[in-house]
């Protein structure tokens, strides 16, 4: 089965720059999604189709995916950033989600 | 606005059966695929079924696969988790979420959620 792979925690600044990765073989040759869940709340799409920003997600979101590598980058993190994030693919018609990254706005 | 609200949830015993449903409003339900999404206690999130929207084909987890059966009434804006011989580690927090036309998209609404505790 394909895995998908993210670092438990990150830890960063207010205002400074945060990177979340996701890593699975060959990644870069499927859709990567991410997802935002603050505590208590449903997930929020932020990122989709690898690099694409849903309506009404702010411009410090970004995403990219290279090599087997996913990463999704908020610039100028806020402390309302502060929540977990999931990256997600597809894999013979089976969602498949990174197991999850807490971010951390200390 | 776009709104997916889940019912059903609640305790059941192992081996028990338990139906979910999700009802959809604000978009044309018939046009999009269907997906339910759970989370254990604590946990990530886990997939767990996908709808087609004209409901020519699903797909399921490995881990509900032959216990859980997806449906939907397009007439209705209504899907469905039919799910059956319940486990322990089926308790969580289940989502409807919404699909694109095409199946193995994003997740771009989801509902609150309905919680299902399977214990005796």
């Known amino acids: 089965s394909y895995d998908l792979t993210q670092p438990p925690s990150v830890s960063v600044s207010p205002g400074q720059t945060a990177s979340i990765t996701c890593s699975g073989d060959?990644?870069?040759?499927?859709?990567v999604y991410w997802y935002q869940q603050r505590p208590g709340h449903s997930p929020v799409l932020v990122i989709s189709?690898?690099?694409r920003r849903p309506s009404g997600i702010p411009e410090r979101f970004s995403g990219s995916n290279s090599g087997n590598t996913a990463t999704l980058t908020i610039s100028g993190t806020q402390a309302l950033d502060e929540a977990d994030y999931y990256c997600?693919?597809?894999?013979?018609?089976?969602?498949?989600f990174g197991g999850g990254t807490r971010l951390t706005v200390l | 606005q776009v709104q997916l609200v889940e019912s059903g949830g609640g305790v059941v015993q192992p081996g028990k059966p338990l139906t979910l449903s999700c009802v959809a409003s604000?978009?044309?339900?018939?046009?999009?695929?269907m997906h339910w999404v759970r989370q254990a206690p604590g946990k990530g999130l886990e997939w767990v079924a996908v709808?087609?929207?004209?409901?020519?084909?699903?797909y399921y987890a490995g881990s509900v696969k032959g216990r859980f059966t997806i449906s939907r009434d397009n007439s209705r804006n209504r899907m469905s988790l039919q799910m059956s011989s319940l486990r322990p580690e089926d308790t969580g927090v289940y989502y409807c979420?919404?699909?694109?036309?095409?199946?193995?998209?994003?997740?771009?609404?989801w509902g609150q959620g309905t919680p299902v505790t399977v214990s005796s």
């Open positions: 709808i087609s929207f004209d409901e020519t084909h699903e």
């Open positions: 189709l690898d690099t």
């Open positions: 604000g978009f044309i339900f018939s046009s999009y695929s």
């Open positions: 997600q693919t597809w894999d013979s018609n089976t969602g498949i």
């Open positions: 060959n990644l870069e040759d499927k859709y």
């Open positions: 979420a919404r699909g694109s036309r095409s199946y193995n998209t994003e997740f771009d609404y």
